[in-house]
């Protein structure tokens, strides 16, 4: 099946640095992704929708400015966060549809950041 | 989105067959189920999807009934690799643009014991 691949897998940063995680679809063509975020025995929360070319989307509550967006290619997205604070320590995972939209999500492996 | 309600945990034995049920009330016409597990520390993997009826895989199997207010998902002789949660998702099947963002509800936490 299509796979989708982040980097990196787990990353540990200091307080106030930005942290940049990346999410590309390896043997298909995207042009919609997705981030989530998910807290220790908590379900999957959206964070936004990231169009090939776009702005992103943002959920509800979830700061643009904080967690900075681009898709800048069919097979490449990124999250940045930015002046990372201990709280923003989470798993974040991405997901991706083919451009034609009829297939299921396919999830990246997730990252681990821990911010000290 | 259909909201899905499906019980928090369930318990059972290595080679039994796992009977995973997710209510779906407010399934719209055009709304398909898919279900997902997810291991610690990792991404979600899909299972299975469907529209109605039955639905099988090599891994698992899916049963809609005619009023789609439900699903069940069918997992034969379970593993201690199964130990797993398990997410129940009725959505639009068009990803397209904001469509395609999936809502996850809380989950079923199967675990399998020797």
């Known amino acids: 099946g299509a796979v989708v691949s982040q980097h990196p897998s787990r990353v540990i940063c200091k307080s106030g640095t930005s942290v940049k995680i990346e999410c590309r679809s390896l043997d298909f063509q995207a042009t919609t992704m997705f981030w989530y975020r998910q807290f220790p025995k908590q379900s999957l929360m959206l964070m936004a929708t990231?169009?090939?070319?776009?702005?992103?989307?943002?959920e509800q509550g979830v700061e643009k400015d904080k967690f900075l967006i681009n898709h800048a290619s069919l097979t490449l997205s990124t999250l940045t966060v930015t002046s990372a604070h201990p709280e923003d320590s989470s798993f974040y995972i991405c997901s991706a549809t083919d451009r034609f939209g009829n297939t299921e999500a396919f999830f990246g492996q997730g990252t681990r950041l821990t911010v000290v | 989105l259909a909201k899905t309600t499906q019980p928090i945990s369930m318990d059972s034995y290595e080679g039994q067959e796992v009977n995973i049920t997710c209510s779906h009330n407010?399934?719209?016409?055009?709304?398909?189920i898919t279900w997902y597990q997810q291991f610690p520390s990792q991404g979600p993997r899909f299972i299975i999807q469907?529209?109605?009826t039955k639905v099988t895989n090599e891994v698992a199997s899916l049963f809609i009934p005619a009023d789609r207010k439900s699903s069940t998902l069918s997992l034969p002789r379970v593993s201690l690799s199964d130990t797993a949660v398990y997410y129940c998702l009725a959505h639009p099947m068009n990803y397209g643009g904001s469509q395609g963002n999936l809502i996850f509800g809380k989950g079923t936490k199967l675990s399998v014991k020797p």
């Open positions: 990231s169009n090939e070319g776009s702005k992103a989307t943002y």
């Open positions: 407010n399934i719209a016409t055009n709304d398909y």
């Open positions: 469907g529209y109605k």
